[in-house]
């Protein structure tokens, strides 16, 4: 079944990873367009055109030293430096769910699609100081609508074993002899209508000052402002289950006072009362904000003049989101109205490596680890077992005085996440990323930056246990019945870039980067 992603706004290299969990309704007695709101964010690395053409910049001698190696930007040339950058990125997304109370395997294409995602870089360069701010989208943004994803109809599907076992413990032999026990199991399917829509997004700026102690050392340090806003809207309504004999399609209510009527069970009846509830019609119309600061120290080492080794510790960003419910739309009791739920950025660290051996040819690498298990994800950091992290390598090669080509690689290791940490809106997968491109010096204060970057995520196959895992709560068992399901996670991404970084000033005979 394919289904299109319709895109909000400008999205990150790993949006639908970033979304809020709008998606996910888990419980039986309450299937809803949404669930408690978990965000997974993390700061996005590609904040320049330079990046998406050579990923490695964590010790970047450039404008963009603002983002990724802040003390680094004491090297730039004496006066103003400038930079606009814009992302066009590309996403695809495929999962598979075989979970055993569905009435059909469940299977699920999306793409989505950004062409907005700016940012830009000021630094003024004096002496030995360089100051310098920035405005960006600091993590996940995007938004996307849904029509259909496995997890919107699991608290759907698991009404009919719910309501068979509604009955497991009161169907005595004399009701299974006449027969009135297949009035209780035999449910064929359900249906629905299902919408749900959300953004998610952490706009932001950051200030900041280097300062160069010596040839051989230089040191930073910043402030940065982020927002965090998600917002979902949805519904889960018309919840109706199929007996042949009993009526056909109807609401899991109607189903019970037939059942009762047919056998003349008062326990069919009593439990109308309660699963009228559970086939009610459920909205969603949500807002959760918080703003935080967060303190960034850099250090940059110089022992020789081709060879440049930075660090750069980015502390976690506490965001508590505030709920408001819009007009009493908390789907049947998900969210509550003023409730404050925790969601950190986590806190990020990274090291580089830069090897210039000559005028022509530049080499780079870094390495990046996120602090996900140390960070407040209103508990969902139970479900991760290490810390993710991240390889890069680059290659730049000038061509010319005006041209240079650059390529990379990277792999993106996120095998510390258990599996229950995975959901069909958020999810992480290990990924391998190539990059290339091309740097245009179009005058000696000028440089145009194109490149494309392109994300393969590797295929993670998860076993589950369903909600009736025990097997206790089943009337009877469906055919092939097994305590746990699989879902598999696809994903690819593309990005192209451009930029333009712009110099105002002395250009200094050291710098070749303008």
Aim: one cysteine or more.
């Amino acid at each position: 079944m394919l289904k299109k992603l319709k895109f909000i706004g400008g999205v990150a290299l790993s949006a639908l990873c970033l979304l809020p969990n709008v998606l996910n309704a888990q419980e039986i007695q309450a299937p809803t367009p949404s669930q408690q709101a978990q965000v997974n964010l993390f700061t996005i690395p590609n904040q320049s055109a330079a990046y998406v053409r050579m990923p490695a910049r964590q010790a970047s001698q450039e404008i963009d030293a603002v983002f990724f190696n802040p003390a680094g930007t004491v090297n730039l040339d004496e006066g103003f430096h400038f930079t606009f950058n814009n992302q066009m990125l590309n996403q695809w997304v495929e999962i598979d769910n075989d979970y055993v109370f569905f009435d059909r395997p469940k299977s699920y294409s999306g793409k989505a699609s950004g062409y907005i995602f700016p940012s830009t870089f000021l630094a003024y360069k004096k002496g030995n100081w360089n100051f310098h701010g920035g405005i960006m989208m600091v993590a996940g943004a995007g938004g996307a609508k849904f029509s259909d994803l496995p997890a919107s109809d699991r608290g759907v599907a698991d009404i009919i074993p719910a309501l068979q076992a509604s009955f497991l413990n009161t169907i005595d032999a004399d009701e299974a002899a006449l027969g009135n026990y297949a009035n209780y199991s035999g449910l064929t399917e359900y249906r629905n209508n299902f919408e749900s829509q959300g953004v998610g997004f952490s706009p932001g700026g950051l200030l900041g000052v280097a300062y160069k102690i010596s040839d051989w050392v230089s040191v930073g340090a910043q402030v940065r402002y982020a927002q965090q806003i998600t917002q979902a809207e949805g519904y889960v309504t018309d919840i109706e289950v199929y007996h042949p004999e009993l009526g056909g399609w109807q609401s899991p209510e109607t189903y019970l006072y037939r059942v009762e009527d047919s056998t003349g069970s008062t326990v069919a009846g009593l439990a109308a009362l309660a699963y009228a509830e559970l086939g009610a019609d459920r909205y969603i119309d949500v807002k959760q904000q918080d703003g935080a600061f967060t303190p960034i120290l850099s250090i940059q080492i110089t022992p020789h003049e081709d060879i440049v080794i930075a660090a750069k510790y980015e502390h976690k960003t506490d965001f508590d989101l505030v709920t408001e419910v819009i007009d009493g739309k908390d789907g049947g009791g998900v969210y509550t109205d003023k409730e404050v739920i925790s969601s950190d950025l986590p806190a990020y660290l990274g090291l580089g490596l830069s090897y210039t051996p000559n005028d022509r040819l530049t080499l780079a690498y870094s390495f990046k680890q996120r602090f996900f298990k140390q960070a407040d994800l209103n508990g969902r950091e139970e479900e991760i077992e290490s810390n993710q992290n991240e390889n890069e390598f680059a290659i730049e090669y000038a061509i010319t005085p005006r041209l240079a080509v650059s390529g990379g690689y990277s792999y993106y290791n996120s095998a510390g996440f258990k599996p229950t940490y995975h959901r069909d809106g958020d999810f992480l997968l290990s990924a391998h990323s190539i990059a290339g491109g091309a740097a245009f010096n179009v005058s000696d204060k000028t440089r145009l930056n194109i490149g494309a970057l392109f994300t393969h995520s590797i295929p993670q196959t998860h076993t589950l246990p369903h909600l009736y895992a025990d097997g206790e709560a089943i009337a009877v068992a469906p055919a092939g019945y097994v305590p746990e399901y699989q879902a598999t996670f696809r994903k690819q991404s593309l990005i192209f870039s451009v930029g333009v970084d712009m110099h105002f000033g002395k250009k200094s005979s050291t710098n070749n980067s303008l």
